[in-house]
């Protein structure tokens, strides 16, 4: 009985797996083929009808992607998002691998108490704070400027930056403390030889969740770069795209894809941090 | 520990120290202090706000989506991760699916938003149908429906399908993880007892993976209590589809109510803060178990 039942549980198996990948990658691939099909077919008929003729290639075009990213804008709201994310990756990195080596290596009163009061702060969710730095950003007049955003990013990247490098730096073996202190180094150049260049995975963790985080991010930038167009990054721009091109489809992938296609090559080339720095991260905000 | 001067500690934390208190502490105060004021915040008002909250229709709507998105969403990512988690681990190809299925991690609620926007699309029956959904429907001899518009079951349900879509992954690579962590020698001496796999699943596997599906469980409470970006693009509430966080956001840009807007803020912080409290608990307790 068994001998029979096993290739046939196998199978099934196989089959439930498969079915499970394609139902997962169908919508993704449908905005991928609707986005590189002119306009008309695109009304005219579905995604999937492409495959009836699967070798005829010049039903595809770029026109889509021309018109997107020269006319509509998207060019420009691309280089805003690496405008806004690259910075707000960087400045709240160091800041935190600073405060992180503090807080393993050196000894001060307070230290743990302060730790414990400056991760605790992971639980305020952003809308606690937006009005009132709305406010301050306003008096100092960088509501809708990149500084504004940069700061916010880093203001809200930071207790779990810390947290997480902590975890690392903590980590690391006390040994190296102890004899490069005898070697006259200062806590600086302990920190830039020894601490940041063993720490480069954790960093790289870090840095790629943080970065997407703020590529993907729409309530921040929604909030502190209000209705800015000339700043405003791809997932500002594309969801007020879907208000007023709601039916072109066309426009919308190939605008979707744009914002996707960064994102996509980082998961896909750097895997490993990547699902790490997920993970790690999935307590922000 | 290293030696340093007296104040070298206090250099090196006090960047993230000052940022930290201007961004998170001092405001947090302030919005629960505006939450007692009026609309722009020149008027004490005292609980005005939260009864307004507690009253307005479209508020308890808001509520009661958020309550729909815990009850479906949250049972849904972390059953489904848990079962592709165990199944894929028989197969070879395991690292490809989980690749697939974890691959809307990568992406923005803004791009999900409009590749569901796109499933979902809805033509009149004259008009060829452009939507894998009404497409399906259309096989099966079935009138294509308005999935985004059908109140308040449907609709809500078909927003919620787009955060299973991109959570489930998350979800799956947590459980993985701690499923490749049981002994399978514990596994395999359940089978030559001749065992049925989904004996040794429900008797074996998932006790041993309570504590870890609970910590899931938690953080996806949390998530679905913020959600915000996917409702803002796909129906901006409409359609009794709205929820907390992007009610917070129309009373602050579009009705100008600071007042109200801090009160919604301070709910949202009071029912999140027990659920970080549990999750904490249990992965102290994760930790020492280990």
């Known amino acids: ?285 | 520990m290293i030696h340093t001067k007296k104040i070298t500690p206090w250099l090196y934390i006090s960047p993230a120290a000052f940022l930290l208190f201007f961004f998170l502490v001092y405001p947090s105060i302030n919005t629960i202090y505006i939450s007692f004021l009026n609309y722009n915040s020149e008027k004490f008002i005292g609980i005005k706000n939260y009864i307004y909250c507690f009253t307005n229709e479209t508020m308890l709507t808001a509520f009661r989506n958020n309550a729909l998105w815990v009850i479906v969403f949250v049972p849904l990512t972390v059953f489904l991760g848990l079962i592709i988690a165990v199944l894929i681990d028989k197969v070879k190809y395991e690292s490809i699916i989980k690749s697939v299925i974890f691959m809307p991690m990568a992406i923005s609620f803004v791009g999900a938003g409009v590749i569901w926007k796109f499933v979902y699309a809805y033509r009149p029956v004259s008009a060829a149908q452009t939507g894998v959904l009404n497409a399906i429907r259309l096989f099966f001899q079935l009138e294509p429906l308005p999935w985004l518009i059908i109140r308040p079951w449907l609709n809500n349900f078909c927003l919620i399908m787009v955060g299973v879509w991109i959570w489930t992954g998350f979800c799956m690579v947590i459980l993985s993880a701690s499923y490749k962590g049981i002994p399978r020698e514990l596994l395999e001496a359940a089978r030559v007892d001749g065992a049925t796999e989904f004996r040794i699943f429900w008797k074996i596997v998932l006790p041993l993976l309570k504590p870890t599906i609970a910590v899931v469980s938690t953080t996806m409470v949390i998530m679905v209590l913020k959600v915000f970006d996917i409702v803002y693009v796909m129906t901006n509430g409409n359609f009794d589809t709205e929820v907390i966080a992007n009610r917070m956001y129309k009373e602050m840009f579009i009705f100008r109510d600071f007042g109200r807007a801090s009160a919604i803020a301070v709910i949202l912080l009071l029912v999140i803060i027990p659920m970080i409290i549990i999750n904490i608990q249990r992965f102290k307790e994760q930790e020492t178990i280990r």
């Open chain 1, 1 to 285: 009985m068994k001998k029979i039942s096993k290739p046939f549980s196998r199978s099934l198996l196989h089959l439930i797996i498969i079915i499970t990948a394609f139902i997962w990658i169908l919508p993704t691939v449908g905005l991928l083929i609707t986005s590189f099909r002119p306009p008309p077919d695109v009304a005219a008929s579905g995604w999937w009808t492409v495959f009836e003729h699967p070798f005829n290639f010049t039903c595809y075009s770029l026109e889509n992607y021309q018109r997107v990213i020269a006319k509509i804008g998207l060019g420009g709201a691309f280089m805003n998002t690496l405008f806004i994310a690259i910075p707000s990756t960087i400045i709240p990195i160091l800041i935190a691998s600073f405060a992180a080596y503090a807080f393993a290596w050196m000894e001060f009163p307070g230290r743990k108490l302060i730790f414990v009061f400056l991760v605790g702060l992971l639980v305020i969710p952003l809308q606690m704070t937006m009005i009132p730095i709305l406010r301050i950003f306003s008096n100092l007049g960088i509501v809708g400027t990149f500084p504004g955003i940069w700061l916010a990013h880093t203001g809200y990247g930071l207790p779990l930056m810390t947290y997480l490098l902590y975890t690392f730096i903590s980590g690391l073996p006390s040994e190296l403390f102890d004899s490069s202190s005898i070697d006259g180094a200062t806590p600086f150049q302990i920190f830039i030889k020894i601490v940041m260049p063993l720490s480069i995975p954790a960093l790289a963790s870090v840095t790629i969740f943080q970065f997407l985080w703020v590529w993907n991010d729409l309530l921040v930038a929604l909030v502190y770069l209000g209705g800015t167009p000339d700043v405003a990054p791809l997932t500002v721009r594309i969801s007020a795209l879907v208000g007023s091109y709601g039916q072109d489809w066309e426009l919308l992938t190939a605008a979707a894809f744009v914002s996707m296609a960064l994102p996509l090559i980082l998961f896909l080339g750097l895997q490993r941090y990547f699902v790490k720095g997920i993970l790690a991260g999935s307590v922000k905000g």
